[in-house]
């Protein structure tokens, strides 16, 4: 394949070396590119030995993509850590003979250089990047549950400096050309037209005197720490208290990198090398590898669907929307349209909501100047773009408009009969409900085919995820528009059926309601969510309660139990809640005073509540009961068609709810229990507390059948568990 790179020699004796995977749109390393450099390298050496060439420049024929990284479905289907082990040591010795070049060489880097693309760099003697916004540079290998093992963790180190270098691998960072030089990741920043001949100058300049150092600023303390080892040490122990805490144990790679990036420090960087490839191979064919390549290739899924089921539909463009409330989640979703160029107007009934609405969203934008994501410039730029109103000018000319007021059926009918009648015939109207039908909402509207659900969730401007929610009678035109526009925002959308909470908040519902009739046998509150956390939820039950408002939570568990009877009987703990004022975090009064410290106010004032004498409940069972509990009902959720395949359940739940990656989805931790064991827990726990756990059709047909969520039912089961469904 050596077709992939080519290389010609200018009249200067600089060897230009162009990489082009033919029949790809980036490139990317496999066994055959790593091969093909390779002997390219050798060939490069030849040269140089003999004087043929003097200089060496690498360059990408791929627009936006230097190299995006190593082929991820190569480590996909690793199974054996010995053949890891074998293409970790590869990947460096082709490496090394590329820094071992007698000749300098440049790489001319304009577009994504990531993970085993910047190991790639990194042997190059100089590197120079483009300013362009495609251009982002990093080792983002920790996200999939791996490390840069080609060398990346011996080099960066001694290109960077070590803060720099754990900075970028332990957390996976990638930043653009402008961050990359400051922080000393490449030698200079050009515009992007001018890449290959800033690169070629330093060629040149390398043939007779040195070109300019690395131009990244260091501070003084850094290079005070790293100049001796008891602070090269210091600096790692910090950064080892820094990986604990942010990965609780859960996620190895981080820790791992570390190890390898010490061993190169104090023993040198061969012993550096051989624990990477030692260590990265064993990573790479674990679960929390593979787990999070699974979420990698949802999301990836996820970018290229349209939401259209049947035939290809070509979705509207959408330049101006209207946002009709200026609560926290409108005035989140008119902020994050405005910085995505897109022209809002906010409305809401008196002056003052509108003013704090635009308050809020200001506020957002000064977040992101603090935070460095925006220029000044760029905050003032997007709110200019916001307006409010307490009427419904300017409306007619949305071609979307939002609805983000209170969660009650008939205000929102309301509100969309007035809407509909002010907008454009062709202005897609979007309900941001939690829970409510949105085909009961559609009931009074001319034109429902124009009608969808558009579910954000709070805060707008953190959560990756939105919820389309296809109606009756919504179009597959208004469905391919709004999941569109989804993507335009930066966010992950999910098609999903209509129906009471629809997908993340059915699913989780049954964990909040498992959790209180827990809390209702005596199981301390704390202890519940502890033990969860301990499982990889990011927070537990009670303290996700006290963050979405126990009054939201009340409200929206009577839609639920309303809709599914005896599978949702919530324990009388949020009513009780609300009538004392006990709302949560915005009340200042809910389970916790403070994150982690109970409120011995809420436990008298629940005392009635709960059993006299506790029950005790292993730590086992508490994980049973509130997660097969979801995966019970995204079951059902399955069988109902409410989604199309486990995948987007797993994405949905991991998006919406935080539902652990390492564990690779709702359902996929399911199917790693194998589904006859899951039945058996739901039949004991049915057995023990009642029929709310009992098994799901479609899950004991799984079972019975020997398949995963992932794979299909046999038609015989199919009709079975249908049939089970309607008894």
């Known amino acids: 394949m050596m077709e ?22 980036v490139n990317k390393f496999d066994e055959d590119l790593v091969r093909a450099l390779g002997a390219v390298v050798a060939d490069l050496r030849e040269k140089a030995v003999s004087g043929a060439i003097r200089a060496v420049l690498f360059r990408s024929s791929k627009p936006g993509v230097f190299i995006a990284g190593a082929d991820i479905r190569m480590i996909e289907k690793v199974v054996d850590p010995a053949l890891a082990a074998q293409g970790c040591r590869e990947g460096q010795r082709v490496f090394q003979l590329l820094e071992d070049l007698p000749v300098p060489t440049v790489a001319a880097i304009d577009g994504a250089c990531l993970g085993g693309g910047y190991e790639f760099a990194l042997a190059c003697r100089y590197r120079i990047a483009s300013d362009a916004p495609h251009t982002k540079i990093g080792l ?76 990244g600023r260091r501070r003084l303390s850094d290079l005070f ?40 420090v104090e023993e040198g960087p061969e012993a550096g090398y051989a624990m990477e490839a030692k260590r990265d191979a064993e990573l790479a064919v674990g679960p929390v590898c593979k787990n999070l390549i699974g979420i990698f290739f949802l999301q990836e899924k996820a970018k290229k669907a349209t939401g259209a089921v049947d035939v290809p539909v070509e979705p509207a463009p959408v330049r101006r929307i ?27 009934v008196d002056t003052g909501r509108v003013a704090a609405g635009l308050s809020a969203a200001a506020g957002l934008f000064r977040k992101e100047v603090e935070k460095r994501r925006l220029s000044r410039h760029q905050a003032e730029n997007g709110m200019a773009l916001l307006s409010g109103t307490t009427d419904l000018t300017g409306f007619r000319h949305a071609d979307l408009v939002i609805e983000a007021v209170v969660e009650d059926l008939e205000v929102k009918r309301q509100v969309f009969r007035e809407i509909e009648g002010r907008a454009g015939g062709q202005t897609i109207l979007a309900s941001n409900t939690s829970s409510i039908s949105i085909a009961e909402m559609a009931r009074s509207l001319e034109r429902p085919e124009h009608f969808v659900g558009m579910h954000f969730f709070n805060p707008v401007h953190r959560m990756p995820l939105v919820e389309v929610i296809r109606g009756p009678r919504t179009s597959a035109a208004t469905v391919a528009t709004t999941v569109a526009f989804a993507k335009a925002l930066g966010k992950t959308p999910i098609v999903v059926a209509d129906g009471p909470g629809f997908l993340v908040n059915r699913i989780l519902m049954h964990y909040m309601n498992e959790a209180s009739h827990l809390f209702a046998q005596g199981v301390p509150f704390e202890i519940v969510d502890r033990i969860i956390e301990e499982f990889g939820m990011p927070m537990g039950p009670f303290a996700l309660l006290d963050e979405v ?25 949020l009513d009780r809640a609300v009538e004392t004022g006990r709302l949560g975090k915005k009340a200042g009064r809910g389970f916790y005073r403070k994150r982690g410290e109970p409120d011995p106010a809420a436990l008298k004032e629940f005392a009635g509540l709960r059993r006299a004498e506790p029950v005790e409940v292993e730590p086992s069972e508490i994980v049973d009961r509130l997660v097969l509990s979801m995966a019970n009902e995204a079951s059902r959720c399955l069988g109902e068609g409410i989604v199309a395949d486990a995948e987007t359940v797993d994405l949905g739940m991991i998006f919406g709810t935080g539902f652990p990656p390492f564990r690779g989805g709702l359902l996929r931790y399911a199917d790693s229990l194998g589904l006859p064991a899951v039945v058996k827990r739901l039949e004991r726990l049915a057995e023990k507390l009642g029929p709310r756990f009992r098994p799901d059709p479609l899950l004991t047909a799984k079972a019975v059948d020997g398949t995963t969520f992932r794979e299909p039912l046999s038609a015989a089961r199919q009709e079975a568990a249908a049939a089970a469904r309607e008894t």
């Open 549 to 573: 408002g126990l009054d939201v939570a009340a409200k929206a568990a009577r839609v639920m139990a309303g809709a599914y009877g005896n599978r949702i009987l919530f324990s009388t703990v």
């Open 4 to 25: 992939s790179i080519r290389f010609e020699v200018d009249e200067c004796g600089i060897a230009r070396v162009t990489i082009d995977q033919p029949g790809e749109k």
């Open 322 to 348: 209207g946002v009709l409330g200026a609560g926290v989640m409108g005035a989140g979703i008119a902020q994050l349209a405005a910085d995505r160029g897109v022209q809002v107007r906010l409305r809401d």
């Open 225 to 264: 720490l790293e100049m001796n080892p008891l602070g090269r040490r210091f600096v790692c122990l910090l950064a080892a208290r820094g990986v604990r805490t942010a990965t609780r144990g859960f996620y190895p790679a981080p820790l791992a990198a570390l190890g390898c990036v010490r061993a190169g």
């Open 140 to 215: 983002p290998e920790v996200k999939l549950g791996l490390f840069p093992a080609w060398g990346g963790t011996q080099r960066l180190p001694r290109a960077a400096g070590l803060r720099n270098a754990l900075d970028v691998i332990l957390a996976g960072k990638m930043v653009d050309g402008k961050r990359a030089e400051k922080m000393g990741l490449v030698h200079a920043c050009a515009p992007a037209a001018l890449v290959e001949d800033v690169a070629l100058d330093y060629a040149r300049r390398a043939l007779t005197s040195s070109p300019p150092p690395v131009r």
